[in-house]
T-cell receptor
Framework: DTEVTQTPKHLVMGMTNKKSLKCEQH?????MYWYKQKAKKPPELMFV???????INESVPSRFSPECPNSSLLNLHLHALQPEDSALYLC??????????????FGEGSWLTVV | QKEVEQNSGPLSVPEGAIASLNCTYS??????FFWYRQYSGKSPELIMF????GDKEDGRFTAQLNKASQYVSLLIRDSQPSDSATYLC??????????????FGKGTHLIIQP
């Protein structure tokens, strides 16, 4: 079982709604990630937090807003999404901040449908 | 720009045989290499990681890394129907520091035929 917990597992939202995806890990990891995965495609990196600071933003539209309240929690705030944003959103974490030597563990994901 | 290439398959292997999955990468500065297994509708599950040239074995799985050729492979011995899944090759670690996430290949769809 993964030690990265994501909620909710499924979310349906309208294009005018505001919602949030939540992620929690208790492994003492200092780096946390958001990935987006469309059907039959590999995961694509969205954001990286290192020691609770945003270190990478892969040019993601501003309708996605990440937040890292503390070292164990990572949120993804959603606002004014489009139907093409429907996907599996994966949270992940790793122990260190170096680019190499870190094993990245994924949560079970949150399935998002935008209607 | 890092690129990771995999044959998308499907790769069909008889039960009990060896499944061989291959991956090439473009960034010579890459330092860490991972194989994830993903069942349909599920999240990626880490099955192997390798940092050094050569082979690394874990149960029925062997990862092989050749940095000179920028090539990493995964062998699955005694293949079982439960091994049927998409296998994602992933690479991280560039020339700088800081957590930089993973770059994934498109994945190879493996089918183990009973």
């Amino acid at each position: 079982d993964t030690e990265v917990t994501q909620t909710p597992k499924h979310l349906v939202m309208g294009m005018t709604n505001k919602k949030s995806l939540k992620c929690e890990q208790h492994m003492g990891h200092r780096a946390m990630y958001w990935y987006k995965q469309k059907a039959k495609k590999p995961p694509e990196l969205m954001f990286v937090y290192s020691y609770e600071k945003l270190s990478i933003n892969e040019s993601v539209p501003s309708r996605f807003s990440p937040e890292c309240p503390n070292s164990s929690l990572l949120n993804l705030h959603l606002h004014a999404l489009q139907p093409e944003d429907s996907a599996l959103y994966l949270c992940a974490s790793s122990q260190g901040t170096a680019g190499s030597g870190n094993t990245i563990y994924f949560g079970e994901g949150s399935w998002l449908t935008v209607v | 720009q890092k690129e990771v290439e995999q044959n998308s398959g499907p790769l069909s292997v008889p039960e009990g045989a060896i499944a061989s999955l291959n991956c090439t990468y473009s960034d010579r500065g890459s330092q860490s290499f991972f194989w994830y297994r993903q069942y349909s509708g599920k999240s990626p599950e880490l099955i192997m990681f390798i940092y050094s040239n050569g082979d690394k074995e874990d149960g029925r799985f062997t990862a092989q890394l050749n940095k000179a050729s920028q090539y990493v492979s995964l062998l699955i011995r005694d293949s079982q129907p439960s091994d049927s899944a998409t296998y994602l090759c992933a690479v991280n670690g560039g020339s700088g520091g800081g957590a930089d996430g993973l770059t994934f290949g498109k994945g190879t769809h493996l089918i183990i035929q009973p």
